[in-house]
């Protein structure tokens, strides 16, 4: 079971507050991401700087048109633990994933702005991707969630992050979510 942020830190319901005004929305998304590659960066991956109040990954996916890597800081949500030494499945892989979390939720909020975010259309050309999670590389594949299954997740992402329903209301589109699970 994921810990909710509001249960984890003290200053998290007034960071949710903030993170749900248009103003953070038209600032975050130039300093937020270029906070957290230099931190993670300068940290050797040990430390993402947003991720002192909700989980994140670095995701590395092919650029949908150029082909080339894309390194972006996201925050995500933490599906089911899959238990000491196994993964997603049962076993060993022996690659430094052992006691990994199963799946991750990554969310295309893009902050509530109008337009889908671009590492999302590069996950729908390139589902084979990597997460840096807790300065571990971690080969996965993501796939989009639709329909009921989006709904559920859709249900748990607004209690474990509630700022994401002032994203959707400010927007037309339907934020694509993601599950990324590890790559076998």
């Known amino acids: 079971m994921t810990t909710l ?21 038209k600032i975050a998304p130039h300093v937020v991401p ?11 991956g040990k430390v993402l700087l947003s991720a002192q109040m909700l989980p994140g990954v670095i995701l590395t996916a092919r650029g ?4 080339l890597p894309r390194r972006t800081p996201l925050a995500c949500m933490p599906e089911g633990r899959t238990g000491e030494g196994a993964v997603e499945g049962g076993g060993r ?10 799946s991750w939720i990554l969310v295309g909020s893009n902050f509530g ?14 589902p084979d991707a990597e997460i840096n999670w807790k300065g571990r590389d971690i ?13 559920a997740v859709w249900r748990a992402l607004l209690e474990f992050w509630p700022p994401y329903a002032t994203y959707q209301a400010r927007v037309e589109r339907e934020i694509r979510l993601f599950r990324i699970v590890v790559r076998r």
């Open 34 to 44: 270029a906070l957290d590659r230099a931190v993670h960066r300068l940290t050797r």
């Open 93 to 102: 892989r022996g690659d430094g994933s052992e006691g990994a979390v199963g």
């Open 64 to 67: 949908a048109r150029s082909g």
């Open 113 to 126: 702005r109008t337009d889908h975010p671009a590492w999302t259309a590069n996950l729908l050309a390139h």
């Open 139 to 151: 080969p996965v594949t993501a796939r989009l969630l639709a329909g009921a299954e989006r709904d």
């Open 5 to 25: 942020p509001s249960r984890r830190r003290p200053g998290v319901r007034l960071v949710q507050k903030v993170s749900s005004t248009r103003g953070f929305a």
